[in-house]
């Protein structure tokens, strides 16, 4: 396994899809922010949230290039498509199970079924996350797909 190779292009992945996500809110094509709801699962406060998400979203992303890397050690090879075949499926997990699952351990997410609370104020994603909004699935699924295809373009076995 290469580790150095890991180490820069599963860090640099997981940047440009850290930055992919957030100009998709920032251009508002989703109301999604997953830095953000990541961080409100530690602290209340809505600033600190930002950055703290930031930290924990760019280290999941680098831990979960090592998914990818796996794969390409089993394959014996490292190619864009098959960078983005892992991101078509890590995309669709994200939608359908990560994000709904958010219910049960996020402590400030409302559910579906009860609503807001003074407490739990952040929306639930709903079903592939079209509570944020219509595009948000192609947003997820996109940024996850040249995540994949930037592993499999520069990572060398």
């Known amino acids: ?41 530690v602290t209340p406060d809505r600033d600190r949230a930002k950055w703290v998400g930031m930290f924990i979203h760019l280290l999941n992303g680098w831990i979960f290039s090592l998914i990818y890397i796996l794969a390409f050690q089993v394959w014996g090879e490292a190619t864009p498509m098959r960078g983005a075949l892992i991101g078509l499926v890590h995309g669709s997990f994200v939608l359908v199970v990560a994000m709904p699952f958010l219910l049960a351990v996020h402590p400030r997410m409302a559910s579906e079924s009860f609503g807001p609370t003074v407490v739990k104020l952040l929306e639930p994603p709903g079903f592939l996350c079209l509570n944020y909004g219509m595009q948000t699935p192609i947003s997820v699924i996109v940024a996850h797909v040249i995540y994949g295809m930037i592993l499999g373009t520069f990572y060398k076995i």
């Open 1 to 41: 396994m290469n580790w150095a190779g890991w180490f820069i292009w599963g860090f640099a992945a997981t940047v440009v899809l850290t930055t992919l996500l957030s100009a998709s809110h920032g251009f508002k094509l989703t109301r999604v922010n997953i830095p953000f709801l990541l961080g409100t699962m």
